[in-house]
Structures are given as C-alpha cells and as structure tokens.
C-alpha cells in the first residue's frame, strides 16, 4: 500500500509541476526509492556559482528484519553539479563519489548479478564489507511550485568493494574472509523529492 502511495503521489507532483524558477541557493532532499526500502536517507545541495552546485547525499539503514534478514548499511555520495540552465532547474550533468559499509544477508530477491557470482543467491549467506568508488550521471529537476521539485537521477561509474563471507547468517566468525572485487556498473538512481529554500 506504501508503494502504491508513494507512486501515486510522485505521478501526480510530474503532472502539476509549475513554471521556471529563479535560481535558489539551498535544497533538502529525499530518495524515494530509499525511503521504500525503509533507509533513512537526507540529502543537502547548496550552490556554488551561477550553473554550479554540490550535492551530499547520505542513507542508513540500522534495521534488521523478520527471519533473520539483513539490509544494514550506511553510505555517503557527495557529487558536482553543473546545470544546463538554472540552478535547481531543468538538466544537469553530475560527477560524484561514494562510500560507505555494509552488513547484508538471507535475502533471495536478489536473483540477478552483483558485483559477482558470490551475490547472485544470498540466501542463509551474509556479506559484510565496505565500498568506495565514483561515476558520473545526468539529471532532470521539475518545478512543481515555488519550493519544490521532483528530480530524477541516473550514474554509472567505478565501485571498489572488500568483505567477509559468512554462513549461517548469524555466525560471528567469517567462513570465506577478505574478499575484494571491482565493479563497473550502476552507481546512483534517485526519483527526489526536493525542497528548494
């Protein structure tokens, strides 16, 4: 039913987005794609000169689920912007980099490949590593009134990962330890919420 809202709402934010607006100075966000998946996500972007911008994103995910699942993870991405027209409004092209740690395991909804063959099947695996990297992206920000808008994010780039392999889920001693793989692929994708001051 969240979901169902949650896509409600954004179609209806595209449908009335309103006139072009000044460039602003400041903006809060959220990822709603984050906030679907339960993570606890901010992120603040202030401008630095007429076309350009820095934003800083962060997410956290301190939760562990029924049946001994796990989504654990933190990460921060800051990332320069730079508009085609106004700050805050229209396209941008985007350089960001990115890291952070996590502490996955005994999901099975991941059926397709990440990272590796390791992560194609997590179930009664747990995974638990930190990642660094960096891409580059393209954007699109929709006026919807006069503080806010609805943005939409795409990066691909470089991630470096290196983690410890554990089975059963709950064990504290690693089975398959120091892991490291490199990986060339998605790196961000955004649909924002945004609150321009």
């Known amino acids: 039913m969240k979901i169902k809202t949650i896509f409600a709402a954004v179609l209806l934010m595209l449908v009335c987005f309103g006139n072009q607006a000044k460039a602003q100075k400041a903006a809060i966000k959220t990822n709603l ?68 740690m996590y502490d996955v395991g005994n999901v099975d909804f991941l059926k397709f490949k990440i990272l590796n063959a390791d992560f194609k099947k997590m179930k009664n695996k747990r995974y638990e590593g930190w990642t660094v990297g960096a891409g580059i992206g393209w954007g699109h920000d929709w006026i919807l009134s006069r503080h806010w808008n609805f943005e939409f994010e795409i990066a691909a780039g470089y991630m470096y990962t290196k983690y410890d392999k554990y089975t059963p889920v709950n064990a504290h001693t690693p089975y398959m ?9 998605p790196t961000k994708l955004a649909l924002s919420l945004v609150y321009v001051f």
């Open 33 to 100: 794609l984050y906030d679907a998946t339960a993570t606890i996500n901010l992120g603040l972007e202030f401008g630095l000169g007429e076309k350009w911008t820095m934003d800083l994103s962060g997410n956290f995910n301190p939760f562990r689920f029924h049946e001994g699942r796990r989504w654990k993870h933190f990460m921060v991405q800051p990332e320069l912007r730079y508009w085609t027209c106004d700050r805050f409004a229209g396209s941008f092209f985007a350089v960001h980099a990115l890291g952070g």
């Open 177 to 185: 330890k120091d892991f490291d793989r490199h990986f060339f692929g």
